[in-house]
């Protein structure tokens, strides 16, 4: 910093806020040091910033390896271009599945890291008392993940997202509604759960047996190629979109047609959903922005009103698309 400052010919403290973004210095004054910062190759010391300012900034965001690949990757993206805009870091650390003590380790490792904020974007029914003070003293935001105390909680209303997309099916005329769930340690995948049956009980319609995937193609396919030889399957609620597209694959293959014999909706809205054939009637989940607004809710320091209200679910919306139509006996009845 002294070398910096000789050269664009200013105080050290002048070099400092210069690189702070201060509005205390000119735009001349600015331009001369981040000139001489280029010629000279400076770089910040974040070990030595950290120590004077008691701050690390960076941002902690703890990811699954498995399930759910577009909604990771977005949710990563979304994190990284939030916290780069706040001239913040992001350290990653992954879990190999839903384990408590894996997550507890990933949290240690992010707390000695002395980071400023943590995002989680794990899906773990249960916690345990370490995560709980870990998340306590560190300022956390969960991104449709793990539940603790002290955590601040984003995303939409899972059980809604069930609710809405099974009972779109009831309003085309479907008596029935199949489901191909998620996970059931997924804390998503139960709340989707628990929407279906809800709206399929106000109907008065006892639920049909429960399929489960892993939120892949191939388990949807899987799934799929089941719910193909029931006759009486007319409309299915997938857990998620990438599910759904291996669900539609096996229903054609076994001649049925998706959406004039079987309708499908499924969950997340992910880009591919649009254009996959028939494009896909989902409830929408924008994960990118998710990320975004989990750093944001992190940098902001928010008051006990703001937290309370960062617990209320953002409300699910249905994207409705060519997957879903009315039952056929029903377009038979119409057309005769």
Known sequence: MTDVARAAGVSAQTVSRALRDSPNVSPDTRRRVLTAVDELGYRLNNAAKALSSGRSHT?????????????????????????GR???AVSIATIAGLDTGQLERSLTKLATQNVDGIVIAVPLISV????????????????????????????????????IATQHLLDLGHRQVWHVAGPDEWIEARQRRQGWQECLASAGIEPPPVLEGDWSPGSGHHQG???????????????????????VRALREKGRDVPTQVSIVSVDDIALAAYCSPPLTTVRQDFYASGAAAVDLLLSAPTDAAAGASHQ????????????????????????
């Open 59 to 83: 941002i902690g965001l703890v990811l699954l390896q498995s399930g759910g690949y577009y909604s990771r990757s977005a949710v990563t993206a979304g994190v990284e271009a939030a916290a």
């Open 86 to 88: 706040a001239g913040y």
């Open 225 to 247: 190629s089941i719910l193909a030889l029931i006759p009486e399957v007319t409309a299915v609620f997938v857990a998620s979109d990438e599910m759904a597209f291996g669900v």
């Open 313 to 336: 679910p953002a409300p699910a919306e249905l994207s409705v698309r060519a997957s879903t139509a009315p039952p056929p006996s029903t377009r038979t009845a119409r057309t005769t």
């Open 128 to 163: 345990t008392q370490k995560i709980e003070d870990i998340t306590r003293d560190i300022p956390t935001v969960t991104v449709d993940g793990s539940r603790t105390e002290g955590a601040l909680v984003l995303g939409i209303d899972q059980r809604e997202a069930g609710r």
